[in-house]
């Protein structure tokens, strides 16, 4: 069965960086785009960031522009974020999700809190 699993977040002051990765199994990595999502308490679920099968396309919510980079590798079955210049607004839980056919899948989350 498709799962998700996301980890790399963490503490960490504001400015600095994380990766978070995403392993993915049970279903065709490379003929799915990706996306990154976060969540805080009391608000809906954002879209941070999306990246096309082959990563040839990237797409990024304006308040991560220029911060965050998504990308995949293929042969890994992953789908990496890559941010930089960290702010306290950026605490969250990120999740990745794959749309398949009709099905969205969910990973569990992994906590990134930023301190001021």
């Known amino acids: 069965q498709v799962q998700l699993v996301e980890s790399g977040g963490g503490l960490v002051q504001s400015g600095g960086s994380l990766r978070l990765s995403c392993a993915a199994s049970?279903?065709?990595?490379?003929?799915?785009?990706m996306r990154w999502y976060r969540q805080v308490p009391g608000k809906e679920r954002e879209l941070v960031a999306t990246?096309?099968?082959?990563?040839?396309?990237?797409n990024y919510a304006e308040s991560v522009k220029g911060r965050f980079t998504i990308s995949r590798d293929n042969a890994k079955n992953t789908v990496y974020l890559q941010m930089n210049s960290l702010k306290p607004e950026d605490t969250a839980v990120y999740y990745c999700?794959?749309?398949?056919?009709?099905?969205?899948?969910w990973g569990q989350g992994t906590q990134v809190t930023v301190s001021s």
């Open positions: 049970g279903y065709t990595f490379s003929s799915y785009a």
């Open positions: 999700r794959v749309d398949r056919y009709t099905i969205i899948y």
């Open positions: 990246i096309s099968s082959t990563g040839a396309i990237t």
